[in-house]
């Protein structure tokens, strides 16, 4: 809320439901504090992008492909995001509802791609697969710890947590399929792997749609700004 004189008994915490003092608010992301945090981990996604797609493409590991095309559409998601916080409820809601259908189709594509490139081309090696796979997750963990404390928002906001969070799980099952290969001396590691991101991702897009699509049918809610949000 942007009244200052708020109950003292009320929360100033950032949430996505429930509500202070009988009145439903979601953070916006309006603060210089989140955007100064946004604005980090669109950095590090491109960092990740580079790095990883050299890896994935002197590799020839789907996985890793699928990895770093998903640190750039990161990169492009966020910074849409950035752009949207401040601007008005349709404004801010239809920017998250194009990011879920854009990780709708991402999901689609890093499928499509993993069933190729496994199918087809060399085994990748084992051991680069899960070093560039634990970099990636490093990356991950950092934005994750920049983001955490706004994990519960308008759904703008909270599109960018589940991105971040999904991408960790995302590194780490990179890295455990780079064993796998080592271990199986097989490229099928690469195809799993990648059709369970798949689902992951699609799973994500369509919690960020349906809550995008509640709040365009919802009635506008007062603007939150936290003061001193807790974990």
């Keep these: ?113 993993a069933v190729v490139r496994a199918l087809s081309g060399e085994m990748p090696s084992g051991a680069a697969i899960s070093g560039l796979g634990l970099f990636g997750a490093g990356a991950n963990l950092a934005a994750a710890a920049l983001l955490v404390r706004y994990r519960n928002g308008d759904s703008n906001v909270r599109s960018v947590w589940l991105c971040t969070r999904n991408d960790l799980i995302q590194c780490l099952a990179v890295a455990a399929t780079g064993v796998a290969v080592w271990l199986t001396g097989s490229r099928w590691p690469d195809l799993i792997v990648g059709i369970v991101l798949a689902v992951v991702f699609l799973n994500s897009a369509v919690a960020i749609i349906r809550q995008s699509r509640g709040e365009l049918a919802s009635p506008a809610q007062p603007a939150f700004q936290p003061t001193a949000a807790r974990l």
């Design 1 to 113: 809320m942007q009244k200052r004189d708020m109950d003292d008994s009320c929360s100033s915490e950032p949430i996505a439901s429930g509500g202070c003092c009988g009145a439903e608010v979601r953070f916006e992301g309006a603060t210089p504090a989140y955007r100064r945090a946004l604005r980090w981990v669109i950095a590090i996604n491109i960092v990740g992008f580079a790095v990883v797609l050299a890896g994935g493409l002197i590799e020839g590991s789907a996985s890793l492909s699928a990895n770093a095309l998903d640190f750039l559409a990161d990169s492009v998601t966020y910074a849409i995001s950035l752009w949207a916080i401040g601007r008005s409820l349709r404004v801010r809601t239809n920017a998250a509802l194009f990011k879920g259908l854009s990780l709708g189709a991402m999901a689609v594509a890093v499928g499509g791609f």
